[in-house]
């Protein structure tokens, strides 16, 4: 088995951190601060081709693989929770599900700008009553001739308003279950369809969640994706991809809020010399570091499954699960390690930490992946 | 229109520490980068290669890891790479450097040649001119900006005081500034492309025309006699107080030594 | 010919708008003690327009002879007619060596002319002296960023060349009236493809001081925090009548302009005093300023490796620091008058 990044991936990586460093990294506090989305770092990353990097060339992505996605987007997380969802959202659960199930004219017209970056994705699945327990959709969709109309509501939406395509989920048969759902390509300027409240968030405050509203919205019918009923479907295993994307996300915040420790505790002195001098210290970065470097092995693990497997449900899933809570660990730690200073918002690892909490919830909690886990084990 | 790039593949000075105890350079784990007044020029290539189409060929004369240097300058947008490289090149001083790179040149077709002004790690700025030399082509070193002018190109011409606009006729070499521009970033394809589609041809000594006397160790007229760390001068004295005890310190140091 | 055969240390003695540049004066003392050890002379090669008139300047600071190359094809440098003329000189007097100033200029010209004569150059040099046995000059520069020095020799082929910063030699105290013998060398300007046109000269305007004549340098490092802060280090400047230079960090920010900056890519400056404030001092830079004459540094990080150049070292808050002492030194400097 095969551990080491070829000379592309690498260079991709030194690409990724650089324009971490330089672009994005000097924003981060004020995208948190005051909640705006950091749309110049979106055209800058859209000018790199940063929207489209698991993406064939043949629709003008960057025909990469997706451990090279998964790279970047660690990178990205490593300053900025919020710029890394933002990529992720757009890549795993916008332009992919089009890519994966998407007619030839489908992907000319939506995959490209997608992949582009001329154009943001969205995904449009959780409703008030649908988290969880996605086959609770209340969002209905009835064919009306040569379009369909849409109405209900969806919440929580990554890239809510700021997107311009959304992969939205509703009924077309209420009564046959999970097997009446169907998936849409919906345009934000189709008649009938809002941008509702955007929401107060305590982590990744610069990424733009919304509700999505749906009032006699008219789809064509040839922006259905997939077949009718085949919803549910498109919608699970897009989030398997998703969950590498959020699993990237959270190693990206785990790694940035080691970084900052390790630089902390070597400056940092108490009772006359550094703290990185005491075993305390020692002991908490040296499992900081090994739990890091498990997650990294098992998101990079799920991003090769995602090539190579028909399947990579359980990778994602385990990678998922493990990933956010390591990174919900460890910038817990690395705000403990700070001290009082960790908890003002001086430091980086204050937000690393607010952000970090996300990635155990969103795509799938940490409790829906172990039923997804233990579900194909037992 | 044809141009020839020259890079070098340099330490990342900014990265490089002192043993605290020996006070020689940690290089370990330092990564490599294209020299940044190379980078410059090749920005400098791929904006004309943008604005009036060119064709750019990177040529990096080094060890045989200088590959990831030319692979770098394909991601960002350079046509073609040469590697030259043989053990014959070796432990070349300047001029022994820039006679090697020439030949290289001699192989190819151009009209503008563009060099860094300087590396980093060597500080001489004396490779470019002494290549145009080579070449028998008019330089002009220093550049600001460069703009092409139908068989001309015009370039803005730094010195301490001023700037002169020099109007030189092609074929040319061009030295370039790190400050004229902002190097692009590669794009992830363009990374990909330049290890899977594209490729660094690789010069040995048997590849190109140039007489052995006059490269590598041998063909050297600058010998290194030693080298030795620097021995810096004897730390002073050292003291943590609060600001204003601070300030009264170095007043009174000021005084003892008539400075106030 | 043997390589006995070549005489004299000569020195380019750069001059721009018919006025001599100081490094040429600088070089023109270094080369006395060269001279000297070589029981030999300094020549001065003056290339120019209309620029006979400025041998008896370089007399008074030094060199015995000045041989000028005077032609129109000189008025305003550019490579190739300097290359020619500086060829020409070599090759009919054949100096033992040729020190030319590490300037926009020299820096050109001295790699140009080595190729042409194929010959040795050794660029930026700090010291310069003559082995006592070989005879040879023993040329010795920074490396890397300045921390491994490394002596060069250019043992088999002649002239031995050497570029040496602005700053870093010294100039002998001027001799007035003293005369060298003046000798003009003609030479056949051919216009070819080597020759290029300068449409335009565009001189700065601007007020900037040159930080390498500042006697007291208030010097800025990323320790500063914001460009905003360099306000505070004008002011400390302003009361101890001197100037403010920077690192090169914050030359990369964006916070000052690159003609104040201290190092390796900037600067060398030898002021009486050098103030580091929020500069870690990375050897790039302590390569531009450790021979500066009194070093105080502040720094918030004791183990900064300017504190190992640094006379005096504080380590604390330099923003916090600096406007008090400012402070002080103005009521010091009012009590005084």
């Given at each position: ?16 951190r650089?324009?971490?460093l330089?672009e ?21 990353m859209?000018?790199l ?5 698991p993406?064939p060339k043949?629709?003008g992505?960057q ?20 710029t890394?969802?933002i990529?992720?959202?757009h890549?795993?659960?916008?332009a ?7 007619t ?10 997608l992949?582009s970056?001329?154009k943001?994705g969205?995904f449009g699945?959780?409703e008030?009553g649908a ?8 969002t209905k ?11 209900g ?7 809510g308003?700021?997107a311009?395509i959304?992969i939205?989920f ?22 009938g369809f809002?941008?509702g409240?955007k929401e107060k ?9 919304t509700?999505l509203?749906?009032?006699?919205c ?5 922006n ?9 479907g ?7 991809g998703?969950?590498i994307?959020?699993a990237?996300?959270a190693?990206?915040?785990?790694a ?9 505790v070597?400056?940092r002195k ?12 020692q002991?908490q970065?040296?499992?900081m ?13 799920a ?10 449900s359980l ?5 998922k699960?493990?990933?956010a809570?390591v ?5 817990t ?7 009082g ?6 430091y980086?690892?204050e ?12 795509e799938g909690?940490s ?5 997804v886990?233990?579900g194909?084990?037992? | 229109?044809?141009i ?5 593949q ?13 006070g020689?350079?940690?290089?370990d ?9 190379d ?7 791929l904006?004309l ?24 300058a394909?991601a ?5 790479a ?6 014959a ?7 022994a ?5 020439a030949?290289a ?8 040649v563009?060099?860094?002004?300087q590396?980093?790690d ?13 070449l028998s082509i008019?330089?002009?070193s220093?550049?600001?900006d460069i703009?092409v002018?139908?068989n ?25 500034l790190g400050e004229?521009?902002q190097?692009?970033?590669m794009?992830?394809g363009?990374?990909f492309?330049a ?10 000594l048997?590849?190109i ?6 490269i590598?160790?041998?063909?050297s007229?600058?010998k ?7 021995s810096?001068?004897a ?9 204003e005890?601070?300030?009264?310190f ?11 | ?12 003695a750069?001059q ?15 080369a ?6 070589l ?8 290339l ?18 000045v ?13 190739e ?14 100096p ?5 100033g ?34 040879n000059?023993?040329?010795?520069r920074?490396?890397?960023?300045g ?17 040496v ?9 001027p ?9 003009e060398?003609?030479v056949t ?14 001189k700065?305007v ?8 500042a ?11 914001c ?5 505070m ?9 001197g100037?403010?230079a ?5 030359v990369d ?6 003609d104040?900056?201290?190092g390796?890519?900037?600067?060398t ?7 580091a404030?929020?500069i870690?001092g990375?050897i ?10 009194l070093i105080?540094?502040?720094n918030k990080?004791e183990t ?10 504080i ?8 406007p008090?002492?400012t402070e ?10």
């Open positions: 088995m095969d551990f080491t990044l070829s000379k592309e991936q690498e260079m991709a990586r030194t690409l990724f650089q324009f971490a330089n994005v990294k000097p924003l981060a506090q004020e995208v948190d601060e005051t909640e705006r989305f950091p749309v110049e770092t979106v055209e800058k859209q000018k081709g940063f929207l489209g990097i993406m043949e629709y992505g025909g990469c693989d997706t451990l090279t996605y998964v790279l970047a987007v660690e990178e990205l997380s490593r300053v900025c929770g919020t890394g969802v990529v992720s959202a890549t795993s659960l916008g992919d599900p089009i890519k994966k199930f998407g030839p004219e489908q992907k000319e017209k939506y995959l490209r700008p992949v970056g001329e943001l969205a699945l959780t008030p988290g969880t327990d996605a086959s609770g959709q209340q969709a009835v064919l009306n001739g040569d379009h369909y109309v849409l109405n509501s969806k919440i929580f939406i990554t890239n308003g700021k311009d959304y939205i509703a009924m077309t048969d209420k009564s046959k279950g999970t097997k009446g759902i169907s998936a849409f390509i919906v345009e934000k300027e189709f008649p809002s941008i409240t968030k305590m982590g990744i405050r610069g990424s733009s969640t509700e509203i749906f009032t006699d008219i789809v064509p019918k040839e259905l994706l997939g077949q009718e009923g085949k919803g549910f498109i919608a699970m295993q897009t989030l398997d998703g969950r994307g959020i990237a996300q190693l990206g915040l785990a940035g809020a080691l970084d900052a420790t390790i630089a902390y070597k400056e108490q009772f006359g010399r550094s703290i990185a001098k005491f075993q305390n210290t002991f970065i040296a499992d570091a090994t739990k890091v470097e498990a997650a990294r092995n098992l998101v990079y693990k991003a090769i499954a995602k090539d190579t497997q028909k399947k990579f990778e994602a899933a385990m990678a699960l493990y990933a809570e990174a919900m660990e460890v910038t730690k690395a705000v403990q390690l700070h001290g200073y960790g908890y003002t918002r001086e980086d690892v937000r690393m930490m607010r952000d970090a909490k996300i990635t155990e919830i969103y909690t409790e829906v992946q172990r039923m886990i233990s194909s084990i037992l | 229109m044809k020839v790039v020259c890079i070098k340099v330490p990342d000075t900014n990265e490089v520490r002192l043993d605290p105890v020996t020689t350079l940690i290089r784990g330092v990564p490599s980068i294209i020299n940044p007044d980078k410059a020029g090749l920005e400098a290539a904006q290669k943008d604005s009036v189409g060119a064709e750019i060929t990177v040529i990096s004369m080094g060890p045989p890891q200088a590959d990831a240097a030319l692979r770098e394909l960002m947008g350079a046509d073609k040469i590697l030259v490289t043989d053990r090149f070796g432990g070349a001083d300047t001029l450097t820039s006679t090697t790179i030949a040149i001699k192989n190819l077709e151009y009209d503008l563009i060099t860094g002004r590396a980093i060597g500080d001489t700025a004396q490779v470019g001119p002494q290549i145009s030399e080579h008019p330089n002009v220093y550049a600001e703009k002018e139908g001309s190109v015009i370039v803005k011409r730094q010195y301490e005081d001023r700037y002169h606009t020099v109007k030189v006729e092609m074929p040319c070499l061009i030295t370039a004229m521009n190097p692009r970033y794009t992830p363009g990374i492309d290890y899977k589609e594209k490729e660094v041809t690789v010069w040995g048997n590849d025309t140039v007489d052995t006397a006059n590598g160790l041998k063909g007229p600058t290194v006699a030693q080298t030795f760390t620097k810096l001068k730390a002073g004295t050292k003291v943590q107080l609060d600001a005890e601070s300030a009264n170095i007043v009174e140091k000021m005084k003892e030594k008539f400075i106030l | 010919m043997s390589l006995q055969d070549y005489k004299g240390v000569f020195v380019f750069q721009v708008d018919n006025k001599i540049s100081g490094v040429s004066f600088e070089l023109i003392g270094k006395k003690d060269l001279a000297a050890d029981g030999t002379e300094v020549t001065a090669v003056l120019g327009y209309n620029v006979k008139d400025l041998a008896d300047k370089l007399a008074e600071f030094g060199a015995d002879k041989i000028v190359v005077d032609d129109k094809a000189l008025e305003v440098y550019t490579t007619p300097y290359t020619v003329a500086m060829n020409a000189v070599i090759e009919q007097y054949k033992d060596v040729v020190l030319y590490a300037t926009a200029i020299g820096r050109d010209l001295a790699p140009r002319v080595s190729a042409r004569v194929h010959t040795g150059l050794t660029a930026d040099c700090t010291k310069l002296e003559v082995d006592a046995e070989t005879k000059l023993h040329m010795t920074p490396a890397f960023g921390n491994i020095m490394a002596t060069i020799k250019c043992p088999d082929h002649r002239p031995q060349m050497a570029t910063r602005p700053g870093v030699m010294q100039k002998i105290s001799v007035a009236g003293a005369k060298a013998v003046v000798e060398c003609s300007f051919e216009k070819n493809n080597k020759y290029v046109e300068v449409i335009d000269v565009i700065k601007s007020d900037k001081i040159n930080i390498q004549d006697k007291i340098l208030v010097s800025g490092g990323r320790g500063l925090g460009g905003e802060n360099f306000k280090l004008r002011d400390l400047a302003d009361a101890l009548g100037e403010v920077s690192s090169r960090a914050c920010a964006g916070w000052v302009e690159k104040i900056q201290v390796q890519t900037g600067q400056v030898r002021p009486n005093l050098y103030i404030c929020g870690s990375a790039q830079h302590l390569a531009g300023m450790e021979e500066s004459d105080i540094a502040i990080d900064a490796p300017i504190f190992d150049v640094a006379d005096f070292g380590v604390g808050d330099v923003t916090k620091i600096v008090i002492l002080k030194i103005k009521t010091e400097v009012a009590a005084r008058s």
